[in-house]
T-cell receptor, first 115, second 113 residues
Framework: DQQVKQNSPSLSVQEGRISILNCDYT??????FLWYKKYPAEGPTFLIS???IKDKNEDGRFTVFLNKSAKHLSLHIVPSQPGDSAVYFC??????????????WGLGTSLAVNP | EAQVTQNPRYLITVTGKKLTVTCSQN?????MSWYRQDPGLGLRQIYY???????DKGDVPEGYKVSRKEKRNFPLILESPSPNQTSLYFC????????????FGDGTRLSIL
């Protein structure tokens, strides 16, 4: 059972527009979330994170929003650039899970930014 | 340049022939981890290490071994590979734990015939 769900396997956006990538989770104990980006033939690279004590975190063109009541987070990329075309993974963890602490990964959303 | 280096990048081998995938990081990170990525299953952790001589099982440790004799290296060993271990493998490291931003290697694609 997927605890972290990225329901859109793919997304296509025009250059300059906003890209919104969504992630839903089922475990209400998750309190820390990360986004990673992955280009073909490379490993994932860390993009941005957010703790459950915040509802927004911003880093340049990338903003992550967290809605705890809906168990939903989203990654906004504004403006989108062709170089943002990659697979984006959402990951979540429960920092208080003791020996069961681990990172749970979504399956990823493939973003294509068209010139 | 800060990096995690995996070798080999690609390997085709046969069932039962022991193999080792090496992983080395140059960032003096405490935490290292191995993942496998399979279609429809995402990234799953195989083993991780919080520090030298400290290793622990992840979600899918069966059929794998690891060692952490020195901080920079974390090899993944398949003693008797089987076809169900055909996958894309990633090594990762971070300063102190799984929830810190992890640096990933570029992956090793293993095919076990």
């Amino acid at each position: 059972d997927q605890q972290v769900k990225q329901n859109s396997p793919s997304l296509s956006v025009q250059e300059g527009r906003i890209s919104i990538l969504n992630c839903d989770y089922t475990n209400s104990m998750f309190d820390y979330f990360l986004w990673y980006k992955k280009y073909p033939a490379e490993g994932p690279t860390f993009l941005i994170s957010i703790s459950s004590i915040k509802d927004k975190n911003e880093d340049g063109r990338f903003t992550v929003f967290l809605n705890k009541s809906a168990k939903h987070l989203s990654l906004h990329i504004v403006p989108s650039q062709p170089g943002d075309s990659a697979v984006y993974f959402c990951a979540a963890s429960d920092l208080n899970a003791g020996n069961n602490r681990k990172l749970i990964w979504g399956l990823g959303t493939s973003l294509a930014v068209n010139p | 340049e800060a990096q995690v280096t995996q070798n080999p990048r690609y390997l085709i081998t046969v069932t039962g022939k022991k193999l080792t995938v090496t992983c080395s990081q140059n960032m003096n990170h405490e935490y290292m981890s191995w993942y496998r990525q399979d279609p429809g299953l995402g990234l799953r952790q195989i083993y991780y290490s919080m520090n030298v001589e400290v290793t622990d099982k992840g979600d899918v440790p069966e059929g794998y071994k690891v060692s952490r004799k020195e901080k920079r290296n974390f090899p993944l060993i398949l003693e008797s590979p089987s076809p169900n271990q055909t996958s894309l493998y990633f090594c990762a490291s971070s300063f102190s734990g799984y929830n810190q931003p992890q640096h990933f290697g570029d992956g090793t694609r293993l095919s076990i015939l």
